[in-house]
């Protein structure tokens, strides 16, 4: 596959925005046509080859910016397709993997992804929300987000994806 590629993102506080960006400049440093878009403002997915959707992990669901863009767009189980997750706010994800959350396992099941993984979140200061705000005063945020691991799921994608 020669084409282009959407990583389309649900985020609140912009941690799924940069590894949504990170996986699309690997891909594109690998040679595709990738672009990390928020998934609220794509139309279509007409143009994409292929699609990586990634979404924040709120209260063991996804951001609803990604769950609305699986379920507005039903092409995407014609193109290839990969999901990933990020929200973890410890080192769980760079341990072990995490299997996905239940809504996004029947996305997957129903679009046939090839492919979930789970990347450690981030919630620094100045985090919007009531409940962000609440874990951040608990002392239980940080930046928990693996760049290596992103990179090298990304250069894995685009081993798949030219490949194909």
């Not at 990583?7 to 672009?35: M, R, W």
């Not at 994409?48 to 063991?60: I, M, N, P, R």
């Not at 290839?80 to 706010?89: D, E, R, V």
């Not at 979930?116 to 009531?130: D, N, Q, V």
Request: hydrophobic residues 40%; charged residues 25%.
């Amino acid at each position: 596959m020669t084409g282009s590629v959407l990583v389309a993102y649900g985020t609140t506080n912009g941690s799924t925005a940069q590894i949504a960006e990170a996986v699309a400049q690997v891909l594109c440093k690998e040679g595709l046509t990738a672009e990390a878009r928020p998934a609220s403002s794509v139309a279509s997915i007409e143009t994409y080859d292929a699609v990586v959707v990634g979404g924040a992990l709120y209260a063991g669901r996804w951001h609803k910016d990604a769950r609305r863009f699986v379920r507005r767009h039903r092409a995407l189980g014609e193109r290839p397709l990969w999901f990933f997750s990020s929200g973890p706010l410890d080192a769980s994800a760079s341990e072990r993997n995490i299997p996905p959350v239940s809504g996004v396992r029947r996305a997957m099941d129903r679009l046939g992804v090839r492919e979930h993984i789970t990347f450690g979140g981030s919630l620094e200061e100045g985090a919007r929300g009531r409940v962000a705000q609440m874990i951040l005063r608990n002392g239980k945020g940080g930046d928990f987000r693996d760049l290596p691991a992103i990179e090298a799921w990304a250069e894995r994608l685009a081993e798949e994806m030219t490949a194909a």
